[in-house]
């Protein structure tokens, strides 16, 4: 079967639910938004006298401040939500077909955590907007961390948690180092530019992303060893760690493009992604 047969059959397997697409990709779009502005103020504290860096609650923080802020932060808030639910979907329905082995069960863990993370984000933006709180700081992980301490088995459920980020950061950077990401676009649709765009992109920011995220979960596995929940750390912490490294500051200039680059990726992914559920069989 040629590539357009195949495009026709999709098409004619077109259901209802195209609301849940159209929000995975709005959320998408928004979650490579709030990327990329870490990135940008990674880049400024890198370049900067003060080199204090920033997660995605900071970015939040930073974006109320600007003229038209809070209609920035309800499209983010909203957005989130979309992706929020969409990585609740891979996570319980398994649209992408990631399975019940260990691999695939250690990525649906990952949809998960991310979902779970991504909704303290998306409940802080919603706050700003609306002038009713602030972000809450980059403490979700601190918070997750130290209610999962409180449970029976507690230190081993945050030394899990640790576990199944790192194993998700390490496979983000392989997939972006092998580009396995470019099957997941409709490439098909784009032009060559677009292509070579989504491939760099794609690329470097699966990179970035994979090493931050790798460094978020050495953090839990430190909280469980160590039994303090403020050994853990989320994204502004990982990249604060990073620039106190020898040659910090090239560092986070490095990573702060990684991020641009991947906030990049997500808002293509948003437009060109290939998203199954909601097709016959799924």
């Known amino acids: 079967m040629n590539s357009q047969s195949t ?41 900067g006298p003060s080199g204090d860096t920033t997660g995605t609650s900071g970015a939040l923080q930073s974006l ?53 993370i991504y909704s303290n984000l998306a409940f802080g933006a919603i706050k700003l907007a609306s002038n009713t709180g602030s972000a809450g700081g980059d403490n979700s992980e601190k918070t997750i961390s130290a209610k999962l301490m409180e449970q029976p088995f507690g230190v081993w459920l945050v030394g899990i948690v640790g576990g199944v980020i790192i194993g998700y950061g390490v496979y983000e950077l392989y997939k972006g180092a092998k580009e396995k990401f470019m099957t997941q676009f409709k490439t098909y649709e784009m032009n060559d530019k677009e292509r070579k765009i989504t491939r760099i992109s794609g690329k470097i920011g699966l990179i970035s992303r994979g090493i931050v995220l790798s460094m978020v979960g050495f953090f839990f596995i430190r909280t469980a060893y160590t039994h303090n929940p403020n050994e853990s750390k989320g994204l502004g912490g990982a990249l604060t760690e990073l620039a106190n490294q020898p040659f910090g500051q090239f560092l986070l200039a490095i990573m702060a493009a990684g991020l641009i680059l991947y906030g990049i990726y997500q808002i293509i992914k948003g437009r060109y992604q290939q998203m199954n559920f909601g097709y016959k069989g799924k």
């Open 64 to 116: 109320a401040t600007l003229p038209f802020g809070e209609i920035a932060l309800w499209f983010i808030g909203i957005g989130l939500i979309g992706y929020i639910l969409w990585d609740f979907i891979k996570a319980i329905k398994d649209p992408e077909d990631e399975g019940t082995d260990a691999k695939g069960l250690v990525k649906r863990a990952g949809y998960f955590i991310s979902a779970l």
């Open 7 to 47: 495009i026709e059959v999709r098409n004619k397997l077109r259901e209802a639910k195209p609301w849940v697409r159209r929000f995975a990709r709005f959320g998408y779009i928004a979650k490579g938004l709030v990327y990329g502005m870490v990135g940008v103020l990674a880049a400024l504290a890198a370049f």
